[in-house]
């Protein structure tokens, strides 16, 4: 508002904002005009037409307040602490959590994540929405009425009539009719989006209507600032050019009824905000006894695997033990089947060793690595065996 500008800055300082920003300029004029006004007059003005739009304001907003149920921590919750809450101070608190160091550990300390920061952009943006644009310059019990006419006007290719649309909420009426023939006609709404570009959207696509029977009347009620753009085209006929009589009212709702109107949207949006936060608090307190139910899980599980873990690392060792001995066993049974081959040989009388000998070579079996100190004595037995 223009009074809040002035009470907490002073006079404009700023220069006036482009033709393409009518929202900035609509708001820098409205505040250039309590120009010389003191801070504490404009104050005055300011609590004035709040009591005026909203007398019940405040005392609404308190006993909103007081009816939200905030989750209190005993560990951290005194009485003392006035105007704070619990949400709060159990955020405050947080920081002092211990780390996960430590055997004594818990995952029921684990910090809270980093809550996302207000955006101020946003912030911003959202209370433009509600608050809509400023005022303009003009009588505080008055309402802004503009009128535009015209009769006989030749059209013959067509005719654009801009009408610019200052406040939010203004209604313009617009009638027409023609001599003779009928003529198209369409209505177009040109506004400036949020990245400064311009935005064209059709109110009444176009049509021929029959204005020289009957006049052509509508009314419109814009819920932004910018510019109405009525249409008249008659490319369609190349041998008649058509006579026009029109007339456009602009009616732009009062300072007071603006200011009213601006009052209720914000209380509008401050109880939804109320509810959000109803919401919002009765979901948390939820997801904290879920925060701490899967807290206990999550540390019994992770106790659970501990032992598991104990448990894998002794059977992995016993099972080391276990391989090692079963292959001192199997190198046993090797050298024991080879001292049995060796004592078989050495259990034979010598003719019938002699036999077996002369079927065999020395050099080659394995009995003869068993019995290498004695197999060049066998092998001369055998020898003068088969000589005799």
């Keep these: 508002m223009r009074f809040f500008k002035q009470a907490s800055v002073g006079d404009v300082n700023t220069p006036i904002p482009g033709i393409m920003d009518q929202v900035g300029r609509a708001k820098w004029k409205a505040w250039e005009h309590e120009k010389g006004r003191s801070k504490e007059d404009s104050m005055r003005a300011y609590l004035h037409l709040m009591e005026l739009c909203a ?5 609404e907003v308190a006993d909103a307040l007081d009816t939200i149920v905030l989750e209190k921590d005993p560990a951290t919750h005194d009485s003392s602490h006035n105007g704070v809450s619990a949400v709060a101070m159990s955020e405050k608190n947080s920081s002092r959590r211990p780390s996960q160091e430590g ?4 995952y029921a300390d684990v910090p809270s994540p980093p809550r996302a920061e207000l955006n101020e952009h946003s912030l911003a943006h959202f209370f433009s929405e509600v608050d809509g644009p400023y005022v303009s310059t003009r009588p505080a019990g008055g309402e802004q009425k503009l009128t535009w006419k015209c009769s006989n006007m030749p059209v013959r290719n ?11 909420g203004t209604v313009v009426e617009y009638k027409f009719n023609t001599h003779d023939y009928d003529i198209g006609f369409s209505v177009e ?20 209507y029959d204005s020289h029977i009957e006049p052509f009347v509508q009314q419109v009620q814009l819920e932004q600032p910018g510019t109405l753009i009525l249409v008249w085209d008659n490319s369609y006929s190349w041998w008649y050019e058509k006579q026009l009589s029109y007339s456009v009212t602009l009616q732009a709702p009062s300072v007071s009824g603006f200011e009213k109107a601006r009052c209720e949207r914000a209380l509008s949006y401050f109880n939804g905000c109320l509810e959000a936060l109803r919401g919002a608090s009765q979901k948390r307190l939820h997801c904290k006894s879920m925060k701490t139910q899967l807290s206990t899980e999550l540390s019994d599980l992770t106790l659970k695997i501990e032992q598991l873990n104990l448990q894998l690392s002794e059977k992995t060792n016993e099972l080391e033990k276990v391989i090692e001995e079963d292959e001192m066993l199997q190198q046993k049974i090797d050298s024991c089947k080879q001292k049995i081959t060796g004592f078989t040989f050495r ?14 070579d020395v050099r080659t079996d394995e009995w003869a690595l068993v019995c290498r100190d004695w197999a060049y004595f066998i092998k001369a037995l055998a020898t003068s065996t088969e000589q005799s």
């Design 55 to 59: 007398p019940s304001l405040l005392s």
């Design 103 to 106: 055997p004594n550990a818990s």
């Design 158 to 168: 067509g005719f654009k009539l801009p009408i610019p649309v200052d406040l939010a």
């Design 189 to 208: 709404f040109q506004t400036i989006n949020e990245e400064g570009e311009r935005q064209l959207d059709v109110i009444l696509v176009p049509e021929r």
């Design 347 to 360: 259990l034979f009388p010598a003719p019938i060793l002699s036999c077996i000998l002369s079927y065999m």
